[in-house]
């Protein structure tokens, strides 16, 4: 008779690939949502190999199912009096760290798919970041881009007027993300205040300054990219300062991405919106496109009209195939795939850092992993504007508001403190300097006994 045992690496990556197919099964129209899936269950052997409470308790098939989606009708009226019909979406991922807590994303693209990536992403994130967050994420097929500011205000007022009910400054707490700034934060706290009488501020983050909001939370996503990339630099012994650097698109994430690592001494030479990027081999002005996005809301073309020496290239991802020594992906989803991958490494990239929510695909990462590229995946590198977000729901139930100089720090230490337990994280399941390995895992782990302790339900 022949005895065979199978091992605990054996076992766990059975249980991971048997919740990885049945996954499949019920999503299967889901590519964005299995893709960030798929990732994260591949870390996650190693870890279900020394955890085999994990296994018997089936954390992962709990925590990959939302505790609830809520998908509902937003009907607005445009300027000429017409009715228009969008759809709104509240994935509540998991409550186990704390509220639920994740952007709003207003942008045609979204559906449920790319609400539950998002979703399902930001629970490692928040948990990564040491506050208090669970993780949840929302949005809708609103195209922001050519409406009226009128239009706009009256599309957050009727999506409020049914997300209001859903969520509390102990329950979900909502905030931005890709078409969703300051201005349409103050609109859906408005209407949240008018249909609940109550001024619980903590209810949203991304608020104006002097309206609740915490100052350097508009720059907390771009500069906490860069202070983490700063971190795999250092421990590289090496530094931005004059490095060359490469940041795709224009808006929230990328301008203060560009901000830090011009302060840092690096050279940053080329930026994007969807329609294309702008080269300029002097090094970017920096005021020009604040000038360009964030008080004309104009196109990132026009910016030759103020550097003639600037070149505008259509279509968005030929900015790969720049040659520089930092990339920092700060745009919208799989905007790398294994072809840009190969150009920014044939090109001599020696680190990335993605401030964007899963900009590089599954080919990508491998090939910056396998060509020894630093690579700090967005989990981790992007945690920072979230983090801020927590502690903007601090100082809300506290009343009491901090300088910029005093949540800039705690902001960088939290992205150092992310940094050394993803690095830690990966060296302990024995994949040393693969971050993307650490990253998951360490956000996993902190949830996983949480659950743990929680009980089944
Ligand atoms: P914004 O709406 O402020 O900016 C998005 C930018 O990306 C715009 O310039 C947009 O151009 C551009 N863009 C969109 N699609 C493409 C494309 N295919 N190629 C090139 N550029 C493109 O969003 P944010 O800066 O807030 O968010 C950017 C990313 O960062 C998203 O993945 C978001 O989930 C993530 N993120 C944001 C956080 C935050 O605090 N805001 C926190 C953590 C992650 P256009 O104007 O033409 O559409």
Redesign the pocket.
Known sequence: MTITTVSNEQLAKEYVDGVFEQLKQQNCHQAEFLQAAEEIFISLVPVFAQHPEYIQANILSRIVEPDRIISFRVAWQDDNNQVQVNRGYRVQYSNVMGPYKG?L?F?PSVNESIIKF?GFEQIF?NALTGQPIGGGKGGSNFDP?GKSDSEIMRFCQAFMTELYRHIGPDVDVP???????AREVGYLWGQYKRLTKANESGVLT?KTPGYGGSLA?KE???YGTVYFVNEMLKDANDSFEGKTVVV????????YAIEKAQQYGAKVVA???????IYDPEGLDLAAIKEI?EVKGD??STYVNYRPNATFTEG??G?WTIPCDIALP????N?INGESARTLISNGVKAIGE?????SDLEAINEFLNAGVLFGP?KAA?????AV?ALEMAQDSSRVFWSFEEVDAKLHQIMKNIYMDSKAAAEKYGFPGNLVMGANIAGFIKVADGMLMEGVY
């Open positions: 952007g994303r942008h998002l994130k881009k905030a931005g993300d890709i078409g969703v700034g991304g939370r907390a996503t771009g795709s698109g224009s808006g929230n994430v990328s301008t930026c994007s919106d969807s329609s294309g990027y996005k196109r990132i968005c991802t900015i700060c745009a919208t989803q905007e401030g964007a929510n899963m900009p967005a992007n945690a920072g504007g979230v977000s």
